[in-house]
T-cell receptor, first 115, second 114 residues
Framework: DGGITQSPKYLFRKEGQNVTLSCEQNLNHDAMYWYRQDPGQGLRLIYYSQIVNDFQKGDIAEGYSVSREKKESFPLTVTSAQKNPTAFYLC??????????????FGPGTRLTVT | AQSVTQLDSHVSVSEGTPVLLRCNYSSSYSPSLFWYVQHPNKGLQLLLKYTSAATLVKGINGFEAEFKKSETSFHLTKPSAHMSDAAEYFCVVSESGGSYIPTFGRGTSLIVHP
């Protein structure tokens, strides 16, 4: 079955530690996205990538980093510089329509708790 | 520039009664509009999409939405609510010809009473 996988589902870290969230897709999509979700705030875009080896900052990129070395993979690192990292993180992918918009496919999410 | 406003943060209905979740949008280009559903601690699932074809769009699980350009609205409806419809719903806009990075509404929580 095609889809997006995120691992782990739950992640616990101590304050000051970097942590990397995994996102893999087998949909052959060019575009991939990372979102942060907090209660009552909807989804906020952290980073997105439209092609391998290229990515762009979203609305709340500070304290996060990404890489896109393979089309299938778009890992997100939450660094110690992120002041409030506890949140639900969602990865998504879509066809990159070159100016036309297509629906996004979402992974199941990773809930990160930092204490 | 694009934006989307979901007019209700919470909507409460009884099982078997109609559902209306309201969404207004703003777009400088020809918009694509989407509704997604999210059950607790899950990812988002596409309910339906409008991409400049028919203005009345039918989606999964009996939901539909009507694109009204004059009112800049894309409200989501369902004739009869089911308990399993209880979830968070997101309206999303993106601009074909613009940046086409989607903009999400803040979500509407649908509560269904037995």
């Amino acid at each position: 079955d095609g889809g997006i996988t995120q691992s782990p589902k739950y992640l616990f870290r101590k304050e000051g530690q970097n942590v990397t969230l995994s996102c893999e897709q087998n949909l052959n999509h060019d575009a991939m996205y990372w979102y942060r979700q907090d209660p009552g705030q909807g989804l906020r875009l952290i980073y997105y990538s439209q092609i391998v080896n290229d990515f762009q900052k979203g609305d709340i990129a500070e304290g996060y980093s990404v890489s896109r070395e393979k089309k299938e993979s778009f890992p997100l690192t939450v660094t110690s510089a992120q002041k409030n990292p506890t949140a639900f993180y969602l990865c998504a992918s879509s066809i990159d329509g070159g100016g036309r918009s297509y629906e996004q496919y979402f992974g199941p999410g990773t809930r990160l708790t930092v204490t | 520039a694009q934006s989307v406003t979901q007019l209700d943060s919470h909507v409460s209905v009884s099982e078997g009664t109609p559902v209306l979740l309201r969404c207004n949008y703003s777009s400088s280009y020809s918009p694509s509009l989407f509704w997604y559903v999210q059950h607790p601690n899950k990812g988002l699932q596409l309910l339906l999409k409008y991409t400049s074809a028919a203005t009345l769009v039918k989606g999964i699980n009996g939901f539909e939405a009507e694109f009204k350009k004059s009112e800049t609205s894309f409200h989501l409806t369902k004739p009869s609510a089911h308990m399993s419809d209880a979830a968070e719903y997101f309206c999303v806009v993106s601009e074909s010809g613009g940046s086409y990075i989607p903009t999400f509404g803040r979500g509407t929580s649908l509560i269904v009473h037995p």
